[in-house]
């Protein structure tokens, strides 16, 4: 789609093709992996946005509108081996309204900063996963009283 939308806007095509291919490999379940500088930046830019406080949000978005639980204390090789297609951290998701926006964050928020490609986007990826591991410690100790 953005090649048409920017091809009609009069984009010139080395543009447009810069601009296609970053948008191709900024997916974090894609094939690609991010080459050029822009395809980094977009890519780091797209994880950053699911971090810290907008990221709970969002999180917690997501869990009510599949009316999932706020907090899962199943085990999470557990949960990976029951609601993971094939067992596998990477598989999809069985039913989602066994999901919990801790066993999200469990099993893919937190490897996030492993996978940034830019040292800007790392230092705030630190930052935000400090906040939301704080976060899930202290809902833990107040759901389990």
């Given at each position: 789609?953005?090649?048409?939308?920017?091809?009609?806007?009069?984009?010139?095509?080395?543009?447009?093709?810069?601009?296609?291919?970053?948008?191709?490999?900024?997916?974090?379940?894609?094939?690609?992996?991010?080459?050029?500088?822009?395809?980094?930046?977009?890519?780091?830019?797209?994880?950053?946005?699911?971090?810290?406080?907008?990221?709970?949000?969002?999180?917690?978005?997501?869990?009510?509108?599949?009316?999932?639980?706020?907090?899962?204390?199943?085990?999470?090789n557990d949960y990976i081996q029951s609601n993971?297609?094939?067992?596998?951290?990477?598989?999809?998701?069985?039913?989602?309204?066994?999901?919990?926006?801790?066993?999200?964050?469990?099993?893919?928020?937190?490897?996030?900063?492993?996978?940034?490609?830019?040292?800007?986007?790392?230092?705030?990826a630190k930052d935000r996963i400090e906040y939301?591991?704080?976060?899930?410690?202290?809902?833990?100790?107040?759901?389990?009283?």
């Amino acid at each position: 789609m953005a090649k048409e939308i920017l091809i009609n806007l009069g984009v010139d095509i080395s543009t447009v093709i810069r601009i296609s291919d970053a948008i191709r490999v900024h997916r974090f379940k894609g094939q690609d992996i991010p080459q050029k500088l822009e395809e980094k930046i977009l890519f780091d830019a797209d994880k950053l946005d699911i971090l810290g406080a907008v990221g709970l949000a969002r999180s917690y978005m997501v869990a009510g509108e599949y009316n999932q639980s706020i907090y899962s204390n199943e085990n999470i090789n557990d949960y990976i081996q029951s609601n993971l297609k094939d067992g596998n951290s990477k598989g999809k998701i069985i039913d989602i309204r066994k999901h919990a926006p801790n066993l999200e964050y469990e099993i893919k928020i937190k490897k996030i900063p492993d996978r940034l490609f830019t040292n800007a986007a790392k230092k705030i990826a630190k930052d935000r996963i400090e906040y939301m591991t704080q976060f899930f410690e202290r809902l833990k100790s107040e759901v389990m009283l």
